[in-house]
């Protein structure tokens, strides 16, 4: 917690509370007046059409109008990349996956949303997602902390442990703590080709990389020693980091599927959608899927608890969230208008539309409402309960390259191709290189067993 | 009139080079000099600075390239073979229906109808380890289910069938064309003169063939160099790097890690392999001939 | 130029005639009817698929209750403009395929019957092969410029032009390699007996490579209805052509395949239609300016 957190929860203590709290109740929404239509480019997602019906919403109390274009996943990036290095931008809010966000702050590309308003704040009851919409320029990393604010969090996606709820009490089995816990549950449960104790990602690339991160935080282990200090000094060599590997190599052998190095989310999903997987790391977009008959053989019967913790005790899980920021290359009155409609996005009004219509909201005090207390929104105390630990993995301009090294070393020690020793050893070689090249302060480990 | 007819010549030609040349000119350029430099995105605004050398030496260092290039290779002649041989073989068949040949060309069209996306998702279900409809048939035959996209050794064989699927049409499209509008006095001819079906076959068809058949493998051989879709949305490379491709490879260069000026020198690679695998292809061919 | 008659029944009897021997009809036959299961198998595969919910999908299911939630979805869904997707497609492709086999059959001509001198006919034929090896996805950035700056950014004229572009090389290779399968004492005695060389080329050549042009014009409608990076980057919702469309089912964690099938069944529906259309419009128009 920094110093503006505490300034700001002291002033509340001292003596807002008594005025916010009714405020709250009164006027859940913002009035944010007449404003120019504005373009929103917007990812085609499980949750876009709870977004579209919040944007509604927004358009039917202001009056003011809003396009949203969707976009496939696969070109969003090239199409918001276009936008911004050209003469004007089409589009007024971008929404910029978080592996992606240093690009667009160290380019330059985009206006700090005080800059348009210096009276903006994102309300203390959003989430900060690990501060992934602040960008401190000088020591390039994405902290608060001497940072400016450059977006808000629309979506916020963690991973959340999906287990069958059923299988368990059967079993008599608590909900996992640890992931010991998850691979003692897992092998007793385990049944091949019928059920499948635990699957994960081990897909190469992205896949198996985002999944193994929260393993890899769970057991203590990063990819820099202290980069937000400027210590590059690669640690993805280190012990711990070879005991997650392992551990998550032993949990995919024994208990996942033959075809383990090949399964993507949305095999996964399917895996326990249909039945066939007892427990599966989840994004929380997916969560209400499992509760649609038309997509779910397991109708609530699929219930989350946070991404377990390692063998020290600390829990880990891998923060994906979407960014809302304002490009710079556009009109001011835009600007505002924009700045405007996030405003209202972020009032608790709009997040619990958002949340009603099927969205994953961003606000705490959301989570801790009444709509905790619907089956429907089940997860609601394992999202809150994981903002508590859930951290920004690859907050670096590197971060897509190392994505891309780890997702191919980790996935050939899982396949078999290599040792885990040797598949984190030529990653760390190689990162290190990678950040020497970029002209970073760094270093390494002493090479691992092989 | 008559002057239409006179400079017939050149306003035929025409068209097509100023066309082409206005659209492609600006690209080219850009390409060729992105491939010496390197792009830097700061304030708003792009950096170029003049750095051939790095951009060699990145080439060099890369880990991902060689085996990219053997993979590419081994997709490219083993995709490529077995499409053209089906697609003339399939022509040849075709070509002696006497009834129902714009229905067969229509049926055998609708794989490369299917937008690519939606090709290699499909796939990706039909080959599903536990639900696909490939092992689902193995299983109920009693067989062990296969890892079609897990396994290193199945991955790029499960990848190249899904290609021939997909472009033999292409081929056939071609060669049946060109199979039509053979001139049918000169088969006759030779048929009254007294030749055998596989003399036929040998020293008339295929001959006038010809044409067609080189215009088909040299593009049907680009496409396959350039192919990124299908395998992006099946194994995205994997398992290991046994389905890296150098467009994949490429495409993460590029697009996913922004290095432009890297992925530029990159694309230039790629088109000196297309060119020196079709220089010793076409030498290859002239020697048999000979 | 009554010799060269173009006759629709008896050309492919004859020519039929000289492919197909007795003893191995029953053979071609069955190979034949073979590689039709295998292209259509996976197509009825999806077909199937677009009637299914998603949990069908998931667990492969047979037999399964079908749905019309997909084409549903597809059709009237909030997201979803399909019905203009696939007449912005429809309106592209068409166009550009037009376009190209006007300037390229013109073109391959051109180079095939006029003595140009060899560096015209090598940069003109060398030049669109290298392009071609070109990755589009380089290609973009710089059209992306161009067009906003020419105000053309977001239009169908914006897609036309860049699809005509990159259709130009095959379609100039192709109709090059079918001009020149017409034997050249056709076009001779056609000038001898008093034609201009215009006419020549309109009555007398091109019939004799119909064949060929309604395989390139496929081609050249098929490339273009499929391509996918650029009519992504050059438009935005309203323009959005049939693969962007179909794009948007492949999300970020998971494929919602249903829609992907119905869509992708009908995505080829109008150009199944069109391409049938096509073929008997092209030849009957050709053949009528060629039989005397």
Known sequence: MNIRNLLHRVLVAAGACAVVAPALAQAPFVDVGKQPPITIVTPSAPWYPAFEKTVDLYEKQTGNKVKLDVTPFVGILEKMRNAVRSGQSPYDLLMINSPNTVEFYEGGFLTPLKEIDASFDVPKEVFSYGDSGWWNAQKRWRTANGGQLMAFTPLGNVQLLHYRGDVFRQAGLAPPKTWQDVLAACTKLSDPPKMYGFVARGERGNGIRYDWHSVLMAEGGDVARNAEAGDFTVIINSPQAKNALDLFIELMKKCAPPNYGSLGQGDVIQLLATGKAAMADVVVAATASFDDPAKSAVVGKVDTVPLPAGRGGARGAAIGNWNTAVPKNLPDAQKKAALAFSRWFLSYGAQRAFAEAGGIPNRSDVYTSDLAKLPAYRWFPAYLETQKFAAQDLGYAEGSQIDQILGLRLNQALIGEMSSGKALNAAAREIEELFRKNGRKTGSLPPLPE | MELVNRTFRHWSLVPAVLLFAVLTLYPTVNLVRMSVSTIEFTQGGEAWSFTPLRNLALLRADEVVPPAVRNTLLFVVAAVTIEMALGLGLALLVAGVTRGKGLIRTVMILPILVPPVAIGSMWKLLYNYDFGVFNQALVALGLPPANWLGSTSLAMWSVVAVDVWHWVPFVFLILFAAVEALPVDVLEAARVDGATRPQLLRRVILPLLRPAIVVALLFRTILAFKVFDEVYLLTSGGPGTSTELITLHLYKVFFEQNQLGYGALLSLALIAAILAVLLVGGQGVRVARA | ?292
Not at chain 3, 80 to 92: E, G, H, K, M
Not at chain 3, 236 to 248: K, M
């Open chain 3, 1 to 292: 130029m009554s010799e060269v008659a173009v006759d629709a029944v008896e050309v492919p009897r004859r020519a039929a005639a000289a492919f197909t021997p007795a003893h191995r009809g029953v053979l071609g036959a069955a190979l034949l009817v073979l590689a039709l299961a295998a292209v259509l198998g996976p197509f009825a595969w999806i077909l199937t698929t677009s009637f299914k919910y998603q949990i069908a999908i998931y667990s492969g299911e047979w037999p399964f209750t079908p749905t019309l939630a997909n084409y549903a979805d597809v059709l009237f869904g909030r997201r979803s403009d399909f019905v203009a997707n696939v007449t912005n497609s429809l309106v592209v492709a068409s166009a550009s395929t037009a376009i190209v086999l006007v300037v390229a059959t013109l073109a391959a001509y051109s180079l095939h019957r006029f003595r140009w001198p060899r560096w015209v006919t090598g940069a003109l034929l060398g030049w669109t092969l290298v392009f071609h090896m070109i990755p589009v996805m380089t290609l973009i950035g710089p059209w992306y410029v161009a067009f906003r700056a020419l105000g053309l950014y977001d239009t169908r004229m914006a897609l036309i032009l860049t699809h005509v572009t990159i259709n130009l090389p095959m379609t100039l290779w192709l109709m090059r390699a079918f001009f020149a399968e017409v034997p050249p004492e056709i076009e001779e005695a056609a000038l001898v007996d008093g034609c201009r060389p215009l006419q020549a080329f309109r009555r007398v050549t091109l019939p004799l490579v119909v064949p060929g042009l309604i395989a390139s014009g496929i081609l050249a409608f098929i490339f273009s209805w499929n391509e996918f990076p650029i009519a992504l980057s050059l438009t935005s919702r309203e323009l959005a052509t049939v693969p962007v469309a179909i794009a948007r089912f492949a999300q970020q964690y998971e494929t919602q395949h249903g829609q992907m099938a119905a869509a992708s069944i009908i995505a080829t529906l109008p150009a199944v239609l069109l391409m049938a259309l096509g073929q008997r419009f092209i030849v009957r128009g050709l053949t009528l300016g060629a039989v005397k």
